[in-house]
């Protein structure tokens, strides 16, 4: 596959894979943020994501914001349900609404910003053009890739 191929690129360094949910590993509905518990399942992306998860030199994250808070408890449930081998620990969630609904892009840059002089090889995947455009505007070491990297 060729996501595989990509990160046998860096087999020689540690690697911390940050993974978006909605449009990467959950099918996305556009404005339907509740309900989450119901969401359809992207299992070719999850199986990837498993093969993945056995790395020796890959840790992998899940990084995910939520419009409100009790979307942190739905995403737990699911990810606990579809994606089981990814630690609890390694599930970040951030919630819009503790943060002054902060828009998406602002909050995952700011997350990620402190991985910038990291000497691991820091990647994310996400789907939203804009979280990219404004991870890479303030994180410039980091390797981008689009929800598109899943498919062959």
Known sequence: ??????????KNTNIKLFVDMDGCIVDYEVNNAK??????PLLNNIKLLETISNKDNIELYILSITRYNEGYEQKQRWLDKY???IDKDHRII???EANNMTKSPELK??????YKDSNDTIMLIDDDPRILEAVSDMVPNIILYKDTIFVD
Not at 1 to 10: G, Q, R, S, V
Not at 109 to 114: D, G, I, V
């Open 1 to 10: 596959m060729y996501f595989l191929d990509e990160i046998n690129k860096y």
């Open 35 to 40: 309900d989450y518990d119901i969401k359809r």
């Open 83 to 85: 994606v089981p081998f």
């Open 94 to 96: 951030i919630s819009r």
């Open 109 to 114: 840059a700011k997350y990620l910003k402190q």
